[in-house]
């Protein structure tokens, strides 16, 4: 029976993030209270509370639920590939896709860029956007450092900081766009730009070596 309870509460424990996710990216994280969140759940407001303490926690919790496991498998990615510019390339397409196909993530990135109103009670929320960011960084940065100085023109590695810092920014509008209009194939953008951007920065794609 201790069991079954338990598998129970962690039913509804994830009842409550997908109904929250789903209320914050139609309503906004301001505007949805945790009687709504417990109404579309299907469960009281003291079983919220069982589980969360606020907006705030059932976010975390959503991020962990949703965006922890594509993070780890893009990072996975990059680290096995034997070629750096494929498995970086490999990576922005797996995460894209993933986000393309996935009505979760498509909603979480969507709160993220448009229905999270950043009000002082709702201003930790930032740091889901600065760790995506410190990670994405992080990923870029690893696969321009195994880069041999014969893929950069000059033959010299250009800042890699910087390099990483502009691709992060080009991807993130295309995304930002993509959640907005829903047009167009997600993972083809991003490659594309990404591609766009390290050709520029100085890179010799496969097509450009001699």
Same mark, same amino acid.
């Given at each position: 029976?201790? %069991?079954?309870?338990?598998?129970?509460?962690?039913?509804?424990?994830?009842?409550?993030?997908? *109904?929250?996710?789903?209320? @914050?990216?139609?309503?906004?994280?301001? &505007?949805?209270?945790?009687?709504?969140? +417990?109404?579309?759940?299907?469960?009281?407001?003291? *079983?919220? $509370?069982? &589980? @969360?303490?606020?907006?705030?926690?059932? @976010?975390?919790?959503?991020?962990?639920? $949703?965006?922890?496991?594509?993070?780890?498998?893009?990072?996975?990615?990059?680290?096995?590939?034997?070629?750096?510019?494929?498995?970086?390339?490999?990576?922005?397409? $797996? @995460?894209?896709?993933?986000?393309?196909? +996935?009505?979760?993530?498509?909603?979480?990135?969507?709160?993220?860029?448009?229905?999270?109103? $950043?009000? %002082?009670?709702?201003?930790?929320?930032?740091?889901? /956007?600065?760790?995506?960011?410190?990670?994405?960084?992080?990923?870029?940065?690893?696969?321009?450092?195994?880069?041999?100085?014969?893929?950069?023109?000059?033959?010299?590695?250009?800042?890699?900081?910087?390099? *990483?810092?502009? *691709?992060? /920014?080009?991807?993130?509008?295309?995304?930002? %766009?993509?959640?907005?209009? %829903?047009?167009? +194939?997600?993972?083809?953008? =991003? =490659?594309?730009?990404?591609?766009?951007?390290? +050709?520029?920065?100085?890179?010799?794609?496969?097509?450009?070596?001699?």
């Amino acid at each position: 029976m201790a %069991r079954k309870t338990k598998e129970e509460a962690e039913r509804t424990r994830k009842t409550l993030i997908h *109904a929250a996710l789903m209320h @914050f990216s139609e309503h906004g994280v301001a &505007h949805t209270t945790l009687n709504d969140i +417990s109404k579309a759940a299907g469960v009281t407001k003291g *079983a919220f $509370y069982w &589980h @969360f303490k606020n907006k705030l926690e059932i @976010f975390e919790a959503i991020v962990e639920e $949703y965006s922890a496991p594509l993070d780890q498998k893009t990072i996975a990615i990059v680290e096995q590939a034997e070629d750096p510019l494929a498995g970086l390339f490999d990576s922005l397409e $797996y @995460f894209s896709s993933e986000v393309e196909k +996935s009505p979760e993530l498509t909603a979480l990135f969507t709160v993220s860029f448009y229905k999270c109103e $950043y009000t %002082r009670e709702l201003t930790p929320l930032l740091k889901f /956007d600065q760790q995506e960011v410190a990670k994405t960084k992080e990923i870029i940065i690893a696969a321009l450092k195994k880069l041999p100085d014969s893929s950069w023109q000059g033959k010299q590695p250009g800042n890699l900081d910087f390099i *990483a810092a502009i *691709a992060i /920014d080009a991807v993130t509008g295309v995304l930002l %766009r993509w959640c907005r209009d %829903r047009e167009g +194939s997600l993972p083809e953008q =991003v =490659v594309n730009t990404a591609k766009v951007v390290l +050709s520029g920065s100085g890179i010799l794609l496969t097509s450009q070596k001699p």
